[in-house]
C-alpha cells in the first residue's frame, strides 16, 4: 500500500541495489518528480546480476539475459530507454549429451540422428511404459519427471543438468518444483513443437517462454540498458551513489528514517528519506535493522538459503567457435553448466571479430571448495573443460577473467514460505513505509522482467498512493488483481525445494 508523509514533509525515497528492480524504481518515481537516492554496493557496475561485465574490452553477462517478456508495458519500457540499441536476435541454444549436440527446443530429425534409431524407440517405450504405470504419488523430481517423460529421456534431458545447478540429488528435490517448472513444456508440447511446423500463437500469454525462438538484447550487454537508466538519474541531479554498503537501516516508532552506509575503506553515510525500497537480500535487510527485529523475524531471514554461481569468461582466438547464444552442458563428466557465446548475443560484446568470448557457467555455494577456489585454477578448469568437451583446443585461449556472484538463486527448501511470510508480515506492519521489490529482494526466483514489474508497482504506490500488491505478480511479470484461495503468486517462479524426511534411494 502506499504511504503517507508527515505533514509539510517533502517526498524522498532511498533505493537499496540498483539492479533492475532498483533502477526501475528509480526511473518510475522520476517520471512522476520524486526525489530518489539509489545506494550501491559496487563500486562501478550497476545491472547486480544483470550487468555486463567489462575486460580488456570483451563484454560478457552473468548469465546470459534474453529480454522478451509477455508484459507488453515492460517490453514498452525497455524500447523507451534504448530505443534502435536493442537488438532482435535469432535464438539458437543445444543441449550437449555423450559429444552430441541435440537441439533445443527438441527437433525430431535431430533428435532422431543424434539418439540414434534404438535408443529413439527405447526411449518413446520408456515414455509410453511411464504413462501406462505411472509412479502413483510422486514425491521426487525424478517420479515426476519420469512419469511425463520416461525414464530414459529424464536421465539424458534433466537429471544432471538440475543436479549441477542446485547441488542436490534429483531424487531428494521436491516433485512440486518440478511441477510447476516444466509445466509448459509437457511431451505434447515437444512433440508439436518438433514434428509440426511452427505457428506464431495469436495471443502473447500464449507463448511457451521456454520454446521461443527470437529474443531482444541491447547491443552492448543488459548492462547497456541499466546503465543507460543510472546516466539518466545522473542527468537529472539524482546520481547512482557507489561503493556503499548498507551498514544500517534505522527506524523508529514504525517508520524507518534513513539508511546507514558504508565505503570499503570505512567513510560513513547517511542517508534519510520518507520512503525506502529495498532490492538487496532479505536476510540482509533484517540482519541491518536499528533497532534489531525480534528475535522470530530474524530466526526466519537467517534461515533463508541462496545458490550461488561463477562465471568465467574466456577470450578465445578463434572467430568461430560454435554458433550458439548459450548450451547446456548435460556430460556429467565435466563441471561447467552451461556455456554462453556472447558475440552470438551481439557481434559488439567482442572487440576483434576474429576473437571469441565464452561465458563458462558454474554452480556452487559461497564458502565451498569451488567458490574458494583462486581465479588462476578456475580459469584452468575451464579451459581443461572446453578442450575435453571439443569446443577449442586449449592453447587457443589467450585470457580469462573470473566473476563470483553470491545469492545469484534464492533457494526454495521446505520451509522457505513461511519465513518469507514471517518478513513480509512484519515489514509491513511495522515498518510501513519500507518496500521490498525484485529476486532478492522478495526473495523470489524470477527473470528482471518480472522484477521490474514488482519495482513498477511499488514506486507507483509510493508516488500515487495506489494500492497494488507487489507480491502478486506472477513469474511470467503479470500482475493479478485477484488471488484465490490456494494459490501460490506470491513465491513467484519455482526454485527446488528440498524434501523433508527420509526419500527412496
Request: glycine share 6%.
Amino acid at each position: 500500500m502506499g504511504t503517507l508523509t508527515a505533514v509539510g514533509e517533502r517526498q524522498h525515497v532511498v533505493i537499496m541495489g540498483a539492479g533492475p528492480a532498483g533502477l526501475t524504481a528509480a526511473y518510475e518515481l522520476m517520471k512522476h518528480g520524486v526525489p530518489v537516492t539509489v545506494v550501491e554496493k559496487d563500486p562501478s557496475y550497476v545491472g547486480g546480476l544483470a550487468r555486463t561485465v567489462e575486460h580488456n574490452g570483451y563484454r560478457f553477462d552473468i548469465g546470459g539475459h534474453r529480454f522478451f517478456s509477455k508484459n507488453q508495458e515492460v517490453e514498452d519500457l525497455w524500447t523507451e530507454i534504448l530505443g534502435p540499441e536493442m537488438l532482435t536476435r535469432d535464438r539458437l541454444s543445444r543441449i550437449y549429451y555423450r559429444g552430441r549436440f541435440f537441439a533445443y527446443p527438441l527437433k525430431a530429425a535431430n533428435a532422431l540422428w543424434n539418439l540414434g534409431l534404438v535408443e529413439t524407440v527405447l526411449c518413446l517405450a520408456s515414455y509410453a511404459r511411464a504413462r501406462v504405470f505411472p509412479i502413483p504419488h510422486p514425491r521426487t523430481f525424478e517420479d515426476w519427471v519420469r512419469n511425463q517423460f520416461g525414464w530414459r529421456l529424464y536421465r539424458i534431458f534433466f537429471k544432471t543438468y538440475t543436479e549441477k545447478v542446485w547441488g542436490i540429488s534429483t531424487t531428494e528435490l521436491s516433485a512440486d518444483w518440478a511441477a510447476q517448472r516444466i509445466k509448459s513444456l509437457d511431451m505434447w508440447e515437444v512433440l508439436k513443437s518438433a514434428l509440426l511446423p511452427r505457428r506464431k500463437p495469436s495471443r502473447r500469454d500464449d507463448i511457451v517462454t521456454t520454446l521461443i525462438d527470437s529474443f531482444r538484447y541491447p547491443r552492448l550487454g543488459p548492462g547497456q540498458m541499466w546503465e543507460r537508466v543510472a546516466a539518466i538519474c545522473d542527468e537529472r541531479g539524482q546520481p547512482v551513489v557507489f561503493g556503499q554498503s548498507v551498514d544500517a537501516i534505522k527506524h523508529d516508532r514504525g517508520r524507518v528514517l534513513s539508511v546507514i552506509t558504508r565505503t570499503a575503506a570505512g567513510k560513513i553515510a547517511e542517508h534519510p528519506g520518507t520512503d525506502f525500497i529495498s532490492s538487496i537480500p532479505v536476510r540482509e535487510v533484517i540482519a541491518r535493522l536499528d533497532p534489531p527485529a525480534p528475535e522470530a523475524v530474524q530466526k526466519a531471514a537467517n534461515s533463508l538459503s541462496y545458490r550461488d554461481f561463477i562465471s568465467v569468461a574466456l577470450m578465445i582466438d578463434k572467430a568461430d567457435v560454435f554458433p550458439d547464444n548459450w548450451i547446456y552442458i548435460h556430460d556429467p563428466t565435466v563441471r561447467v553448466g552451461r556455456i554462453q557465446n556472447f558475440k552470438n548475443w551481439s557481434p559488439s560484446m567482442v572487440p576483434d571479430p576474429s576473437k571469441t568470448c565464452l561465458g563458462l557457467e558454474y554452480f556452487c555455494f559461497e564458502g565451498d571448495g569451488m567458490w574458494t577456489s583462486d581465479d588462476a585454477a578456475l580459469v584452468a578448469l575451464a579451459t581443461k573443460e572446453l578442450a575435453h568437451l571439443g569446443v577449442c583446443s586449449a592453447d587457443q585461449v589467450f585470457d580469462g577473467v573470473v566473476v563470483r556472484q553470491a545469492k545469484a538463486y534464492p533457494v526454495y527448501d521446505d520451509a522457505y514460505q513461511s519465513h518469507v511470510e514471517a518478513v513480509r508480515e512484519y515489514l509491513q506492519s511495522q515498518l510501513t513505509n519500507l518496500h521490498l521489490a525484485g529476486r532478492n529482494g522478495m526473495h523470489k526466483y524470477n527473470n528482471q522482467d518480472h522484477s521490474m514489474m514488482t519495482a513498477l508497482l511499488v514506486a507507483r504506490n509510493i508516488a500515487t498512493g495506489s494500492s497494488y500488491d507487489a507480491w502478486k505478480v506472477n513469474a511470467e511479470a503479470v500482475y493479478h488483481e485477484d488471488v484465490h484461495v490456494g494459490e501460490r503468486d506470491m513465491t513467484g517462479r519455482q526454485v527446488p525445494q528440498r524434501l523433508a524426511g527420509e526419500v527412496r534411494s
